[in-house]
């Protein structure tokens, strides 16, 4: 079980990590948000401690781990002081809304892009996405998740705004099939892996109209202020990480579940707030 000594601070519980750094090294505060099904802070703490002890020892800085349950009010934080969290491993829009607003750069990010599709029934009438209309009831996740954003991009570059009374959020993919075989929505919106797997394994029922555009996954970010020669390292040791045999490299993969990582670039964070900044909705 990873060491660590609890320790408050910018408003949250941070965690040393132990060992691996000297007196004199850097303090660096690592934020680390999974996503909105995140569960409670000691689970949080315990799949990524592993990435903080192996940033640290590859580095040589201090990592201050801390876990973020709210990511409006630590992004806010990130604005208003740029001292809360010098580093960040999170999902991809609130790596965008950091990067554009907060003054952070990619150091990495995962090489397999998130995607979805557009699922319908098989009897449907529409036969690509052009053939949706404003009026078309669409069943996507949260607004504020990436693969709602991507579906509404995909749309507009069509030329199609979808009416907010068209929309159907919904938490879970069985919960859009439900919607689909009841006629509630006529198209719903997930994972491409996932939806190829439900097209496929019931042809019958259901079928593909077409992919969205695809955004960036899970991305460690670091504040401007960390120095150059810093972010350098921090940057190898996640790309490091990919064939690394050590024990704690495979740990920290194993807890992870993320993709091999890449060199990351603040352009494809920039194009998707931009997805993010452009209005939505349809007249």
């Given amino acids: 079980m990873p060491k660590f000594a609890g320790v ?19 303090r660096l505060t690592l934020g680390v948000f999974p996503g909105l099904d995140a569960a409670e802070s000691f689970e949080i703490l315990d799949r990524y401690m592993p990435l903080a002890q192996y940033l640290q020892a590859k580095s040589g800085a ?7 349950k709210v990511p409006g009010a630590a992004i806010q934080r990130m604005i208003e002081d740029g001292k809360s969290y010098k580093l960040f491993f999170g999902p991809p829009v609130f790596a965008a809304e950091a990067i554009k607003k907060a003054d952070f750069v990619t150091l990495a990010v995962e090489q397999e892009k998130i995607s979805g599709v557009f699922v319908v029934k098989t009897r449907s009438k529409l036969q690509t996405v052009r053939d949706v209309t404003p009026s078309t009831h669409v069943a996507m996740p949260s607004p504020k998740l990436l693969l709602a954003i991507l579906a509404l991009a995909t749309l507009r570059n069509e030329g199609i705004a979808l009416k907010p009374e068209a929309r159907r959020h919904l938490d879970s993919a069985e919960g859009m099939l439900l919607a689909l075989d009841n006629g509630l929505v006529d198209v719903a919106v997930m994972r491409d892996r996932l939806g190829r797997k439900i097209a496929a394994e019931k042809p019958s029922d259901y079928r593909i109209l077409g992919q ?17 020669p810093l972010r ?48 939505t909705s349809g007249k």
């Fill in 8 to 26: 408050i601070g910018a408003g949250a519980l941070a965690f040393l990590v132990a060992g691996g750094a000297s007196a004199q090294a850097e």
């Fill in 232 to 279: 350098a390292k921090l940057r190898q040791a996640v790309i490091a990480l990919n064939n690394d045999p050590s024990p704690l490299a495979v740990q920290t993969r194993g807890r992870l579940r993320t993709s091999p990582f890449l060199p990351g670039q603040d352009g494809e964070f920039l194009a998707l707030q931009k997805m993010m900044d452009t209005p």
């Fill in 212 to 228: 969205t555009l695809e955004g960036p996954g899970f991305a460690l970010i670091a504040h401007r202020s960390v120095s150059e």
């Fill in 62 to 68: 201090v990592i201050m781990l801390v876990p973020v």
